[in-house]
């Protein structure tokens, strides 16, 4: 039998189509190569260097504050008067001032219990509190429960008060809005505001109200997060990394230098004039915690933040709640910023220092730069360099800053400072969506104004899922597939395999190593896994 060439099986044009096509790819690269990625790319290094200076001098300037405050002995009972409030036989109780308890909550199945009961366990005379739940849930039987917990606790003389509304305009915001409309709440000076999970300490009231009564400039005590999972997996050990910083430097420097951070949205207590001169509550963002913050920092008013008191809840532990959480709040404030830059320049009630900290240090370099710089240099400049060697990136850029702005960050938690390694590569994978949130923001796109409320395991939750687990675990891998992650792995995967094949810098080290990172969120393993029944 005759064989067939090629040419007979194969249209003319198909002829030797793999070495064409590669041939032909190889052509375009070189041809594009000289005029346009290689100028683009060094602009995106000079770009990112500065950036990442930018954010180092930032670190640097906070941990120089933290040093100076710890040394000195500067916090808030010194540079605030702090004194016990003293009972007063003339007067009684109504020397205390009336303080409102705000619990908004949203189908909070496993912690509805819980909050309700800190709140209602906190220490103070009892005519001069009310607690008010205000439940937006949409399920009619989770809605029975807290009702019905709520009933529970007044039968026990507890001033505590349960509602609802018939929709769910602003989400939280509008939940507190509707909250502060309530008849009882005008005789309130103080307003204390807990997410469902949050639970507060007996003394809560006693540390935080005498700054509010004996310093009438301050409008906002804010007390630190406590977290009760962060041992439950590595996923929430990172984020407790990333959130004591927060809370150990962050929130300490703003309240040290300018009296302004943003408001936690939780475990915070509000002079009520204060908020009503900032306008109340708006729900035009996704982070109505900060935008009342900004709005009443531009009134004049003073925050303080509490290192030292601190309110226990819970981490989301599912990558699922984790990865929404950071949309919200990596969104939110990109879109603050855009929609209030000009009010805050323009304000006239605050000094220039405190507004170059608002829109430089409070909201560009820690809201914006931080996000991107994480994800565009170290997750796609510094492999592309990779493909592109006339293009270098300086030691002092590539390694130095990078491992002292790590290192500036590993303070907050020491205890975990032989996870950094994991911490590292967690954080350039979650800078995916924080970058992806931030662009959202800034250009107000399509999911700008997306709520997704937190999911909260609880430990009830907990302990039915590690039966439901042993039993029989059913789990549908294509919920846990992330395209955006494993298509970035794979292209860091790719990018070291070059430069271990062609390259002399080393960066592949990293790189496998990073890609890992990628693959291994991209395909949902990380966290709490929670099977379907």
């Not at 109340?280 to 920092?297: F, H, N, P, Q, Y």
């Not at 000009?342 to 240090?361: G, T």
Request: charged share 20%; with cysteine; net charge positive.
């Amino acid at each position: 039998m005759d064989r067939f060439s090629t040419t007979t099986l194969l249209p003319e044009t198909f002829q030797g189509t793999s070495d064409d096509v590669t041939e032909q790819i190889g052509v375009i690269w070189q041809q594009m190569k000289a005029p346009v990625i290689v100028p683009l790319l060094r602009l995106s290094v000079f770009l990112c260097l500065v950036m990442s200076v930018m954010l180092l001098a930032e670190k640097v300037y906070m941990a120089i504050v933290i040093v100076f405050v710890k040394l000195f002995g500067r916090g808030p009972r010194k540079r605030y008067r702090f004194e016990p409030i003293r009972d007063d036989l003339e007067l009684g109780n109504s020397v205390y001032p009336m303080v409102l308890i705000q619990i908004p909550m949203y189908n909070e199945r496993e912690v509805y219990q819980l909050s309700i009961g800190a709140a209602c366990g906190l220490s103070w005379p009892s005519d001069r509190i009310i607690i008010q739940v205000l439940d937006d849930s949409t399920d009619p039987v989770i809605m029975d429960l807290v009702q019905f917990e709520c009933d529970r606790w007044a039968s026990k003389g507890i001033n505590i008060k349960y509602e609802i509304r018939d929709n769910r305009n602003g989400y939280k915001a509008g939940a507190l809005k509707e909250g502060m409309k309530h008849g009882y709440v005008k005789d309130c000076d103080y307003v204390v505001i807990f997410d469902a999970d949050f639970q507060p300490e007996p003394d809560f009231l006693w540390c935080t109200i005498p700054f509010l009564v004996h310093n009438p400039e301050i409008g906002l005590v804010q007390a630190r997060w406590k977290f009760v999972n962060a041992d439950e997996c590595l996923m929430t050990r990172m984020q407790e990394m990333s959130l004591d910083y927060h809370f150990t430097v962050e929130q300490e420097v703003g309240s040290s230098t300018h009296a302004f951070f943003g408001f936690n949205g939780t475990a915070g207590v509000w002079r009520i004039s204060a908020l009503n001169e900032a306008g109340g509550w708006k729900d035009r963002t996704t982070v109505e915690d900060m935008d009342l913050a900004v709005r009443a920092s531009l009134k004049g008013w003073k925050f303080v933040f509490l290192g030292d008191i601190k309110v226990k809840n819970e981490l989301p532990s599912t990558l699922k709640a984790y990865r929404y959480q950071q949309h919200r709040w990596s969104c939110g404030p990109a879109n603050l910023f855009r929609k209030m830059f000009k009010e805050i320049a323009r304000n006239k009630k605050v000094n220039l220092w405190k507004k170059i900290h608002v829109i430089y240090s409070f909201f560009f370099v820690r809201k914006i730069v931080a996000h991107i710089v994480t994800f565009v240099f170290y997750c796609v400049v510094i492999p592309t360099t990779v493909l592109v060697p006339e293009v270098q990136i300086p030691k002092w850029g590539a390694v130095y800053i990078p491992s002292m702005i790590t290192l500036l960050n590993a303070v907050g938690t020491p205890r975990s400072l032989h996870l950094l390694v994991f911490w590292i590569l967690f954080e350039n994978v979650m800078s995916l969506h924080r970058t992806k949130a931030t662009f959202i923001g800034l250009l107000e796109a399509g999911r700008v104004n997306e709520w997704v409320v937190t999911e909260k395991l609880g430990e009830a939750l907990k302990t039915k899922t590690v039966a439901k687990a042993t039993k029989k675990p059913r789990l549908r891998i294509g919920e846990r597939l992330h395209l955006l992650e494993l298509g970035t792995g794979a292209y860091l995967f790719f990018c070291g395999c070059y430069d271990l094949a062609f390259g002399n810098n080393h960066y592949f080290i990293y790189l496998f190593l990073q890609a890992l990172a990628f693959f291994t969120v991209g395909i949902g393993f990380v966290g709490t896994i929670v099977p379907h029944t």
